[in-house]
């Protein structure tokens, strides 16, 4: 599928529909969220009112770029809508997310929003979370050893993402280890064992928290929404 920021626009426009003026707009990181970003700073210049909170330093530096004014959740009591992408959906709106390797900020982030808002290719839907085989886990460096031994006894089996011959550290300066997983039977038993694991920071399983996921195949969107069949 085509990557590039015009390849989601129409989601992008359709999931501008949910920020009113005046809201706080979370912006979420990868390829979705870009496009998002592209589309909000339009309609930024237009003369709609938002103050965004980003999940990663190059959706912060993108947004500004954009002209799109940033704020912290310090500075306020709660985000409005948060928008971003996944990269598994399930036919009940769980995801798994964190290939873009924000996964942590994109939780909080997440879960500081009245409405999660998921823009996702038709190649992102799964019946299994699990089905594409990557189940993304950001650790604390000083952890790597304990949290490798563990996540393969559940398991899964963890292999440190490197980018550039680098282990790569995410924003927050931490590891992340992506496990060769099976579809998922079990995602709420299984994110609460790896949440046992000292060490771990947070897991890609996002359970019942995306409320809107907007498909896009073509020019054409489809609406889902979660809890409603």
């Not at 990557?3 to 979705?32: C, K, Q, W, Y």
């Amino acid at each position: 599928m085509d990557t590039s920021p015009n390849a989601l626009r129409a989601s992008a426009e359709r999931a501008l529909e949910f920020i009113p003026d005046g809201a706080v707009v979370g912006l979420g990181t990868g390829h979705a969220a870009t496009a998002f970003i592209h589309a909000l700073g339009d309609r930024v210049r237009g003369g709609l009112r938002i103050r965004g909170i980003p999940t990663s330093q190059a959706s912060a530096d993108l947004a500004r770029q954009l002209g799109i004014p940033l704020t912290t959740l310090d500075e306020v009591e709660a985000i409005d809508v948060d928008v971003d992408g996944a990269d598994e959906v399930d036919p009940a709106c769980n995801l798994i997310k964190g290939y873009g390797g924000a996964l942590v900020r994109e939780k909080i982030v997440a879960s500081s929003s009245r409405r999660l808002v998921i823009l996702v290719g038709p190649e992102k839907l799964v019946q299994v979370l699990g089905a594409r085989g990557t189940l993304p886990v950001e650790i604390v460096p000083f952890g790597l050893p304990l949290c490798r031994r563990r996540l393969k006894a559940l398991g899964c089996e963890p292999n440190l993402r490197c980018h550039d011959g680098e282990t790569y550290l995410t924003d927050n300066g931490n590891y992340i280890l992506d496990c060769r997983v099976s579809p998922i039977a079990h995602p709420l038993q299984l994110e609460q064992a790896i949440h046992t694991i000292p060490g771990v920071v947070g897991t890609g399983l996002f359970l019942a928290m995306a409320n809107t996921v907007l498909i896009q195949q073509g020019e054409n969107v489809e609406v889902r929404q979660r809890g409603v069949t």
